[in-house]
């Protein structure tokens, strides 16, 4: 019945009706199902939305951990993976774009898909300064945004710039030259 639900949300979207025209009468209706199934699973339409854009996106990766670099490397290419996605998803971009405008589901969407896959990075970061791979002087909040930014920048603001295949590799090299321990 999930599955139901999540595929006539993505129908409606393909059809090109606003997120913020679905209501759960109407994803009910198109799902074929009752709205208390619905309200079952999810509190409210914000929740369900993010559970519809976590289906159409690729699930997040497991780790090698292996070090630091391999786990950041992995991390990052799901971020492109997805950026890919989104630039070649119409519905992608679309609900992306449509959700930015909407408090609500922005705010869940922040809290059940961004900040868990912040805090893997963070986990791994930390990790790495445990383990003498960083030095231990960084700021754990700032590294993250610093591996993550050139792949947001090139996803969200840059469309027209590549998304090649080894940007991920060279990203995470790149700062991971600067923040080595001396004398590693």
């Known amino acids: 019945m999930e599955r139901s639900i999540i595929e ?9 009706v606003p997120l913020a025209e679905l209501s759960i009468e109407r994803v ?7 709205k208390a199934a619905i309200y079952r699973r999810w509190s409210g339409k914000e929740e369900l939305f993010v559970d519809v854009l976590r289906a159409a996106e690729p699930p ?6 292996t070090s630091v670099r391999d786990d950041l490397v992995v991390l990052l290419e799901s971020l ?23 408090p609500r589901i ?3 969407y922040h809290t059940m898909v961004i900040e868990p896959r912040r805090r893997t990075t963070f ?14 002087d960084v700021d754990i909040e700032l590294l993250g945004d610093l591996f993550v930014g050139p792949m947001l920048v090139r996803t969200l603001m840059r469309p027209d710039a ?10 995470v090299d790149t700062v991971l030259e600067g923040l080595r ?3 590693r």
Not at 28 to 33: D, I, L, P, S
Not at 123 to 136: K, S
């Open 28 to 34: 009910a209706r198109t799902a074929g199902v009752g």
């Open 162 to 171: 590549a998304l090649d295949e080894g940007l991920s590799e060279r990203i």
């Open 8 to 16: 006539g949300v993505m129908k409606l979207l393909e059809d090109g």
């Open 80 to 102: 492109r993976r997805r950026g890919l996605m989104s630039r070649s998803s119409a519905i992608l971009h679309n609900v992306h774009a449509q959700m930015k405008s909407s």
């Open 106 to 108: 922005w705010a869940a």
């Open 60 to 65: 997040d990766p497991e780790l090698p951990g």
């Open 123 to 136: 986990d791994v970061l930390r990790r790495g300064v445990a383990n003498g791979e960083l030095r231990a």
């Open 181 to 183: 321990p001396p004398g």
